[in-house]
């Protein structure tokens, strides 16, 4: 077990509706980072936070967002969905920000909008 | 522009044969060069850095700054290699922060 824990691993909802992504890193870890994994962009970065604040933001859309609470698990909040919102949204985390020393990947959470 | 090109999409070889999966990048800095690979149903592992030149399960990549490349090569192909592969670079950006830019990935087929 690589130590990020993705809940839930599957998820149905219909247009329009609202769906919260969860993450734990790895134990140790304060960096967490958001992906989404779509068939025709590949793997794009979303969101980065860094013990509790926002450090880096990458192509997250103004209807998702996300935050990190004080015991460093990680929410990805997406509103208003839309069926090309369906996609595998990875998170990931690492060691402290002072590099990219290799990030640790969830399994994913696989999202179906409907 | 920041980016990471990986410009095929799908590669398929033969068992036995040589791989070469291409990425090149475009970065003002000293970016930090990586690959990932996911096998089927399996979350992304780091497969490899440029920092750390090793090899790893037979794959190398070499950074060449002259070129902005860091193909993963392996000189025989074996069928577990099958995967998705995804070069990815690190660097930090003008506002201080680190960007983390990712490939669109390109999947191998390894044919028997």
């Known amino acids: 077990d690589s130590g990020v824990t993705q809940t839930p691993k599957h998820l149905i909802t219909a247009t329009g509706q609202r769906v919260t992504l969860r993450c734990s890193p790895r134990s140790g870890d304060l960096s967490v980072y958001w992906y989404q994994q779509s068939l025709d962009q590949g793997l794009q970065f979303l969101i980065q936070?860094?013990?509790?604040?926002?450090?880096a933001k990458g192509n997250i859309l103004e209807r998702f967002s996300a935050q990190q609470f004080p015991d460093l698990h990680s929410e990805l909040n997406l509103s208003s969905l839309e069926l090309g919102d369906s996609a595998l949204y990875f998170c990931a985390s690492s060691e402290p920000d002072i590099g990219f020393d290799g990030y640790t990947f969830g399994s994913g959470t696989r999202l179906t909008v409907v | 522009a920041q980016r990471v090109t990986q410009p095929e999409k799908l590669l398929s070889v033969f068992k036995g044969a040589p791989v070469e999966l291409k990425c090149n990048y475009s970065?003002?800095?000293?970016?930090?060069l990586f690959w990932y690979v996911q096998y089927s149903r399996q979350r992304l592992q780091l497969l490899l850095r440029?920092?750390s030149r090793e090899s790893i399960k037979g794959f190398t990549a070499d950074l060449n700054k002259g070129e902005t490349s860091f193909h993963l090569k392996k000189p025989f192909a074996q069928e577990e290699d099958s995967a998705m592969y995804y070069c990815a670079l690190s660097g930090r950006g003008t506002s201080g922060t680190y960007k983390y830019i990712f490939g669109t990935g390109t999947r191998l087929k390894v044919l028997a």
């Open positions: 970065y003002s800095g000293s970016p930090e």
């Open positions: 936070y860094y013990n509790g604040e926002e450090r």
């Open positions: 440029h920092i």
